[in-house]
């Protein structure tokens, strides 16, 4: 495993649409590995695979539920409610800002194997499914933010 650089706001590979995986790889498993590291050394909770540079419908998240979830071409199914707090981003260093999100999403994906699986997420879980989601689509969080963007010092529950 190793880690891989990330992508910084202002990265144009950051705002381009990423192409759905066909079929799973070693290389492409190997990604993932990485992806996973990468997010554990910097403290993040999520990591799309454009945030590392490449430009495949790929998302690893992990919000200490006990889970390690691997997306790969994830299709977002089902909204219901809504939550509104902070976000951060990995590609937006030292940043904060209010962002409203779906409370529940279900999601279809496959895994690391190719197996389509589906997957429910509640509060955090699926603040972080929409923001991973959001990044496949050259989307950021601070296209969405309320108000302003706010420094932080604490960058443990960056996406
Ligand atoms: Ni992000």
């Known amino acids: 495993m190793a880690t891989r650089q990330i992508r910084i706001m202002g990265d144009e590979i950051l705002r381009r649409e990423c192409k759905p995986v066909k079929e799973m790889t070693p290389r492409l498993k190997q990604?993932?590995?990485?992806?996973?590291?990468?997010?554990?050394?910097?403290?993040?909770?999520?990591?799309?695979?454009?945030?590392?540079?490449?430009?495949?419908?790929?998302v690893v998240i992990d919000v200490e539920d006990?889970?390690?979830?691997?997306?790969v071409n994830p299709e977002i199914l089902e909204t219901e409610g809504s939550q509104t707090g902070p976000e951060g981003c990995l590609s937006v260093p030292g940043k904060s800002g209010t962002v409203t999100r779906p409370n529940k999403v279900k999601v279809r994906a496959f895994d690391e194997n190719m197996e389509e699986f589906e997957l429910e997420g509640e509060e955090f879980l699926a603040r972080a499914i929409c923001h991973e989601c959001d990044h496949l689509h050259g989307r950021l969080y601070v296209d969405l933010v309320e108000?302003?963007?706010?420094?932080?010092?604490?960058?443990?529950?960056?996406?």
């Open 31 to 58: 990604l993932v590995e990485d992806m996973f590291e990468t997010m554990y050394e910097t403290g993040g909770v999520g990591l799309a695979a454009p945030q590392v540079g490449i430009l495949k419908q790929i």
């Open 66 to 71: 006990g889970n390690q979830y691997v997306l």
């Open 147 to 159: 108000g302003e963007l706010e420094n932080v010092d604490d960058m443990e529950d960056e996406e």
